[in-house]
């Protein structure tokens, strides 16, 4: 390897390990602070960088806060992706599977994951950047097909009650960030109150229960009541 490319790995591998610090700091002051009254100084502080340092690589707050939006949806798409990608699984198995990569998500950055619900939750929308909110929107979107995609084929099984996909997606999304920002708030003021998984689990195990088609219940009963607290 020559000097010229041994020193371009250097920096990117710099640059990947600046944006991560900057990330972290963010959370923590967003999560302090509120969205609105966090700044890029704030921020820089945290770090401990400069706030120079800072705006090389992101320009604004709202950059800085789609980044990590962006990187909590893309970890939780590959999840759901393995999850819908399985052919070993039933579309049963594959509703509790949408739970579990949730659920997994949730353990690979709770914090930042909160911090993206707080603020979603406060109506706050940043002017974002178009290329930045083309990428969140497909992301998103690929996600929620995904899981709309599962149901579907189980109504065409007769399986699930015939619904629309992307409601039932949208069901599903609402359990699991409502119930991330209400167990985190219980935990709050009692560390020993986390029951996020089993709560989930229960959640998910209603959810299922409620789109079987009563006709197949008789059928699969015993297997589909025997996945739903795994």
């Not at 909110?133 to 899981?147: C, D, F, P, Q, Y």
Request: hydrophobic letters at 45%.
């Amino acid at each position: 390897m020559g000097i010229a490319e041994r020193k371009k790995r250097e920096k990117k591998m710099l640059e990947k390990m600046r944006v991560k610090q900057i990330q972290e700091a963010a959370i923590a002051v967003f999560m302090n602070k509120g969205f609105n009254s966090a700044t890029m100084e704030d921020i820089a502080g945290k770090a401990e960088l400069s706030p120079a340092t800072i705006y090389l690589y992101f320009r604004n707050k709202d950059e800085l806060y789609c980044s990590l939006n962006l990187l909590t949806l893309q970890y939780l798409h590959d999840q759901i992706e393995r999850v819908y990608t399985d052919d070993s699984l039933s579309v049963e198995e594959k509703i509790f599977g949408f739970k579990d990569a949730m659920y997994k998500t949730f353990l690979y950055n709770p914090t930042n994951l909160r911090m993206i619900f707080h603020v979603q939750l406060n109506s706050v929308h940043p002017t974002l950047d178009k290329e930045f909110m083309a990428k969140l929107n497909s992301v998103g979107k690929r996600l929620m097909n995904l899981m709309a995609s599962v149901y579907e084929e189980g109504v065409r099984q007769g399986k699930f009650v015939e619904g629309h996909g992307m409601v039932y997606s949208d069901i599903m999304w609402s359990l699991f960030s409502g119930l991330v920002l209400w167990e985190g708030a219980k935990v709050e003021l009692d560390a020993r109150k986390d029951f996020l998984k089993s709560t989930l689990d229960t959640a998910f195990a209603v959810f299922a229960e409620g789109i079987k088609k009563m006709a197949a219940k008789p059928a699969d009963c015993a297997s589909f009541d025997a996945l739903k607290l795994n």
